[in-house]
């Protein structure tokens, strides 16, 4: 972040803005980037820094170590106190955030070390200083686990559930708010955070996708008992067919944060309010207990249009099965045995039984290989195609389907993304198509979005790019006005989870004049099987990137229903082609190369 864009030192100047007064102490330290934008702060060694009059003045210096050290932390948390001793401390974390396993503070200079929660523990207790506020202006770390690990250490924390813009806190004004009334609670400073933050986000039109709240850390023991007996009652829901799909359906359409897909990664955090709102049905025990203990736990968040089921804590929950990861989660941050228990039976993975030992195993739970699904595809008298699930209904969590254009000139198909937009009878488990010859377009060129979440009133999208050059992702939604219309919205781009760190990318990179945008597509050799990537063009960005509907060129595409089951099984109907020619479509089943 500082080293690309120098971004820590943009918030390092606002700080120079800050009149503060002799109640207020401002220390920094700095590490963990191979290069500054400024000519001040030096990279080869841990240096601590107090901002007085407008400026920074280097008041330590210590030998270069990780920021990823629970050491390097507790280490200047004792340093801060022993010498600028105060009634009430407040902490803030700077930096990238990966959610509750891969935790913060990735250090550059460390080969991207970062404090997991286990780790951040370990150097609160060392350190023996209670903080009024901990605050986190990182991605992803507004989560249950975090909130645990920090409760007895804190009295409340700030953080963000989602992604944070680059540009990240507005520093001037909280700080100026501590200095103006020193006496101000965590509570307090905690909401100037928020709303200025918001605003922030606002001026640079970022508005969209923010999150950010105040936890009192409490209330957070409460919770914690609440979610591990929900979690209990979550166990006796994978008993029963008609209960695991219903909880596997509501926990994939929660809003969930970092990604969470195969060409950006996965940081598995699910929003914990919308998580138990999607599945209260099947969890009647005990959802309104974590709901009530939630809702006193979160004194305060902002959410923008797109991030509207924000409810200001996530929980870690394996949308992408990594059996290391799930592992790692069990070690560093569990905060609950039933819930390790509960991800035993939806994984396929086994707990460590040294810290699961006392809580029975799952007897009788569902097991996939009872429910097989089978389908049936074919072109109705209407000229629709439908897709009949006819065996393992109570099985199946979702339905989409994926278009391609074929090529026949190179013997390819084009891949042109995976969509939602279809006719549904769940009832009775069958299926219309709703292709009408339109696709979505950036600036009028074509694009191969990936539908990563579906709330309601929005979907929301991944688009492979290059942007000037660099392969990344476009962050995009639709908003729905009505049920039958809505408009398309362009966040930015956004480089995805590292998959050896676990690190989210921090900035959603919003998209200014003169960048150059190329929309990315996979293609397929039908007779080789060889995988290709193509650009059809690009376009200059000048103003607001238009995302909008345009019909298909005249051509052939192929169409084919994606059906997923509740243990993450994957199955396919059969393609049809979907002809285009002068306005009209033609649907026509494929040619059997056997």
């Not at 694009?447 to 929301?460: I, Q, R, S, V």
């Not at 298909?552 to 229903?561: A, K, M, P, S, T």
Request: proline share 3%; aromatic share 12%.
């Amino acid at each position: 972040m500082e080293t690309e864009a120098g971004l820590a030192t943009d918030n390092l100047l606002e700080l120079l803005d800050v009149e503060l007064t002799d109640s207020v102490n401002f220390v920094i330290q700095t590490g963990g980037t191979e290069e500054w934008w400024n000519e001040v702060i030096d990279p080869d060694y841990v240096q601590r820094w107090e901002l007085e009059d407008n400026d920074l003045y280097l008041v330590d210096e210590q030998r270069l170590t990780s920021m990823g050290d629970p050491k390097t932390l507790s280490d200047f948390l004792r340093w801060g106190a022993e010498n600028y001793p105060a009634e009430k401390y407040m902490l803030v974390f700077w930096n990238h955030g990966g959610g509750s396993v891969a935790g913060v503070e990735f250090d550059e200079l460390f080969k991207m070390d970062s404090l997991t929660l286990d780790e951040l523990a370990e150097a609160f207790a060392s350190a023996g200083v209670h903080f009024e506020l901990v605050g986190f202006d990182t991605c992803l770390m507004a989560t249950l686990e975090t909130a645990a690990t920090l409760a007895p250490y804190a009295r409340y924390m700030v953080a963000s559930e989602e992604l944070e813009p680059g540009g990240g806190w507005d520093y001037c004004s909280w700080l100026q708010y501590i200095a103006d009334d020193p006496e101000a609670s965590g509570l307090e400073v905690g909401k100037v955070i928020c709303d200025s933050y918001y605003k922030k986000c606002e001026l640079e039109d970022e508005e969209g996708m923010a999150t950010l709240s105040v936890i009192d850390l409490a209330a957070i023991p409460e919770l914690v008992a609440a979610f591990d007996a929900m979690a209990q009652e979550m166990i006796g829901v994978t008993r029963e067919m008609s209960s695991l799909r219903g909880f596997v359906q509501g926990v994939t359409r929660a809003e969930n944060y970092g990604g969470n897909n195969d060409d950006e990664g996965y940081a598995n955090m699910v929003d914990l309010g919308d998580l138990i709102r999607n599945t209260e049905r099947v969890l009647p025990e005990t959802a309104d207990q974590v709901l009530n203990a939630l809702n006193t736990a979160v004194k305060y968040n902002i959410k923008g249009q797109s991030r509207a089921k924000a409810s200001g804590l996530s929980v870690y929950f394996p949308l992408g099965i990594n059996h290391d990861e799930l592992k790692a989660y069990a070690y560093q941050t569990a905060i609950s045995k039933n819930y390790l228990r509960f991800l035993e039976v939806v994984t396929d993975w086994e707990a460590p039984e040294d810290l699961v030992e006392d809580i029975p195993q799952v007897e009788q739970a569902v097991q996939k290989d009872d429910y097989e699904i089978e389908l049936e595809s074919y072109i109705d008298e209407d000229g629709y195609f439908v897709l009949e699930i006819t065996n393992g209904l109570e099985a199946v969590h979702s339905v989409q389907f994926s278009l391609y254009y074929m090529d026949y000139e190179y013997d390819e198909y084009m891949l042109l993304g995976y969509d939602n937009d279809i006719e549904a009878d769940w009832e009775n488990g069958v299926f219309w198509d709703n292709f009408r010859g339109v696709w979505p377009t950036l600036n009028g060129l074509y694009c191969a979005p990936t539908l990563l979440a579906e709330a309601g009133d929005y979907n929301l999208y991944s688009i492979p790019i290059l942007l000037n050059g660099k392969e990344t992702n476009l962050r995009a939604t639709y908003i729905w006005e009505s049920d039958d219309d809505g408009y398309f919205k362009v966040y930015g781009a956004w480089d995805g989870i590292d998959p050896a760190t676990g690190m989210s990318s921090r900035e959603v990179i919003k998209l200014k004049d003169g960048d150059e945008v190329t929309p990315l597509f996979e293609a397929i050799n039908w007779e080789t099987g060889e995988e290709n990537i193509y650009e059809l063009g690009s376009f200059s960005v000048d103003g607001p990137v238009v995302m909008e509907e345009s019909e298909l060129i005249d051509g052939d595409y192929l169409y084919q229903y994606k059906v997923v089951d509740v243990f993450g099984r994957e199955f396919y109907s059969d393609e049809v082609i979907m002809e285009c020619a002068d306005g009209e479509i033609y649907v026509y089943e494929t040619e059997d190369e056997d």
